[in-house]
């Protein structure tokens, strides 16, 4: 069983993935040599499966796992603490704007007696609008899920024991950071540098970005439900008051019946609003229902090494 785990999703990184091994072994060797790299190439269309073939073969510690399709960051990241076997597991991109140098700090850091070390950005080097949709993003969730998630990002070295209660979590809707912060182990941070990536350009547009927003909030929090219930009062609330004003100008004033603008504007408000929160207990139902199938969470089609276990 290896020392170190380290566990990287790779997508369209065929230009990376070179300069990537070269810098993991030489931030390793100087902790252990006894590590493995395990790549999960997720279908991306490109040379990255060729290149991790070609690693594993002048190297045993690099291990290549390829997905039947195109699964997602999150489930590439689940297929790989699926398959590691280090005492300690290091989580981070392929883009190499984690900075494979920092992880000796994790690691020293995570010896202290932490279960987990997460990697606290000091200045983001991505596209002004990528930073502000990455703020935003965690400041809604982090208000619609209760948690605080301060560490954006994937960087992280996890122990043995938090791989091991990760893997039991099967849900279909794959988040790293909410994953681990639900269990609540120690945890601490270190600040590290920030690169530009190395090659390419990255495949999450500002769409995707709120895409998996949304899917993040809808999974692990039910704060969307309890607030369609909050609403619902005030509005309650609202109509009661203005009927208690009308009644008391027909009493005192006599006024006759107007406002029926006004009124067919309500309804159509009022309408709205059921149907937008009927929506969004539709959805909390689909994704009730898309956990019910119980399908496997990826299909692994090809590795580079054979250790008996059915892959998940």
Not at 135 to 159: C, H, M, Q, W
Not at 241 to 259: K, M
Not at 269 to 281: N, Q, R, Y
Request: proline share 3%.
């Amino acid at each position: 069983m290896p020392h170190i785990s380290i566990v990287t999703p790779v997508y369209r990184a065929e230009d990376c993935l070179e300069e990537l091994y070269r810098r993991l072994v030489a931030a390793l060797s100087g902790i252990t040599q006894d590590f493995e790299i395990i790549m999960v190439e997720d279908c991306g269309g490109d040379r990255s499966w060729e290149i991790i073939r070609d690693l594993a073969r002048r190297d045993a510690r690099v291990k290549g796992i390829r997905f039947s399709r195109n699964f997602g960051q999150h489930h590439g990241i689940t297929a790989g603490l699926d398959f590691s076997g280090g005492d300690w597991v290091v989580v981070m991109d392929c883009d190499l704007q984690d900075r494979p140098e920092e992880i000796p700090r994790l690691y020293a850091k995570a010896r202290e007696g932490y279960d987990v070390v997460l990697a606290r950005r000091d200045r983001r080097q991505d596209a002004p609008i990528k930073r502000w949709a990455s703020n935003v993003f965690y400041k809604v969730l982090g208000y619609l899920a209760d948690i605080e998630y301060d560490t954006p990002g994937n960087f992280r070295i996890l122990s043995r024991k938090v791989v091991g209660n990760f893997r039991q979590m099967r849900e279909q809707m794959r988040y790293l950071g909410g994953l681990v912060n639900w269990m609540g182990f120690p945890t601490a941070h270190v600040d590290i540098q920030h690169d530009r990536r190395f090659a390419g350009a990255t495949s999450y547009t500002l769409a995707k970005l709120w895409k998996l927003a949304f899917d993040i909030i809808i999974a692990y929090s039910d704060k969307p439900l309890r607030m369609s219930v909050q609403l619902g009062f005030i509005l309650a609330l609202f109509a009661f008051c203005y009927g208690v004003y009308i009644f008391i100008q027909a009493l005192l004033y006599g006024s006759p019946i107007t406002g029926w603008s006004s009124l067919i504007v309500s309804i159509y408000f009022i309408g709205g609003v059921i149907i937008a929160i009927l929506g969004v207990i539709g959805i909390y139902l689909g994704k009730t229902f898309d956990e019910s199938k119980k399908r496997p969470l990826y299909i692994v089609m090809q590795t580079t090494f054979d250790d008996g276990r059915k892959a998940d």
